[in-house]
């Protein structure tokens, strides 16, 4: 990963980010604190939202984040940098929120989608609300359907709420999820579709006025 900085001359400089992170995890092991804190600067508001996308609540979000780099700083010994830096983190933080979740009720998440594939695949638009439409219906219908939505992501297994939100909202790869949760790709592109359809078939039987339809069998 490459990111351009202007240098003292003003002419661009590639960085590569990925080596930085890698002095940086050096410098850590080494009990470098100053290091480490600039490893959770780089990386507490990605990890805050998308905990905060898995658990649903501000407080618990702010605690799990914590924890995540607690964890991180006690096992950099055993950090051998086989996977990013940020797919290891992740990889701390969605066992943090599978073991929350598995210990408390689960909550309806902090996450709103614009779109959601189809069965043939394409893109159906959903439009949420405009907070500044001057319709106030048309606001509360907008809001009520955000809510379907965030209800029905909210039901999903732990297992395809992670694989979701690591895809569409971090936009993590199939490869990086993969690596991170130790399961084959295919399995990983499984979990999404039958994800994107639960989300789909809650939307619909909203829209349709019909009930909901009972969850899919789990998905491996």
């Given at each position: 990963?490459?990111?351009?900085?202007?240098?003292?001359?003003?002419?661009?400089?590639?960085?590569?980010?990925?080596?930085?992170?890698?002095?940086?995890?050096?410098?850590?092991?080494?009990?470098?604190?100053?290091?480490?804190?600039?490893?959770?600067?780089?990386?507490?508001?990605?990890?805050?939202?998308?905990?905060?996308?898995?658990?649903?609540?501000?407080?618990?979000?702010?605690?799990?984040?914590?924890?995540?780099?607690?964890?991180?700083?006690?096992?950099?010994?055993?950090?051998?940098?086989?996977?990013?830096?940020?797919?290891?983190?992740?990889?701390?933080?969605?066992?943090?929120?599978?073991?929350?979740?598995?210990?408390?009720?689960?909550?309806?998440?902090?996450?709103?989608?614009?779109?959601?594939?189809?069965?043939?695949?394409?893109?159906?638009?959903?439009?949420?609300?405009?907070?500044?439409?001057?319709?106030?219906?048309?606001?509360?219908?907008?809001?009520?359907?955000?809510?379907?939505?965030?209800?029905?992501?909210?039901?999903?297994?732990?297992?395809l709420k992670t694989v979701l939100l690591l895809y569409d909202v971090e936009e993590l790869s199939y490869e990086e999820?993969?690596?991170?949760?130790?399961?084959?790709?295919?399995?990983?592109?499984?979990?999404?579709?039958?994800?994107?359809?639960?989300?789909?078939?809650?939307?619909?039987?909203?829209?349709?006025?019909?009930?909901?339809?009972?969850?899919?069998?789990?998905?491996?």
């Amino acid at each position: 990963m490459f990111r351009e900085t202007v240098s003292l001359s003003g002419s661009y400089v590639a960085v590569d980010t990925l080596s930085v992170e890698a002095r940086l995890v050096e410098r850590a092991k080494a009990q470098d604190e100053a290091a480490f804190e600039q490893i959770m600067s780089l990386y507490a508001d990605r990890l805050y939202n998308y905990i905060l996308r898995m658990v649903g609540n501000a407080t618990d979000a702010e605690d799990l984040v914590q924890e995540t780099f607690l964890r991180a700083y006690q096992g950099l010994p055993n950090f051998d940098g086989r996977a990013s830096l940020g797919t290891w983190l992740y990889r701390i933080a969605t066992n943090l929120c599978i073991d929350h979740q598995r210990r408390r009720a689960r909550r309806v998440p902090t996450v709103s989608y614009s779109a959601l594939d189809d069965e043939d695949g394409e893109a159906t638009e959903w439009d949420f609300p405009d907070q500044q439409t001057p319709n106030p219906l048309e606001a509360a219908l907008n809001r009520e359907l955000e809510a379907v939505v965030e209800e029905a992501i909210g039901k999903l297994s732990p297992k395809l709420k992670t694989v979701l939100l690591l895809y569409d909202v971090e936009e993590l790869s199939y490869e990086e999820i993969a690596r991170m949760l130790g399961i084959p790709i295919g399995t990983v592109k499984s979990r999404l579709n039958h994800a994107r359809t639960q989300i789909q078939r809650h939307v619909a039987a909203y829209l349709n006025d019909t009930p909901v339809p009972t969850q899919a069998p789990s998905v491996k």
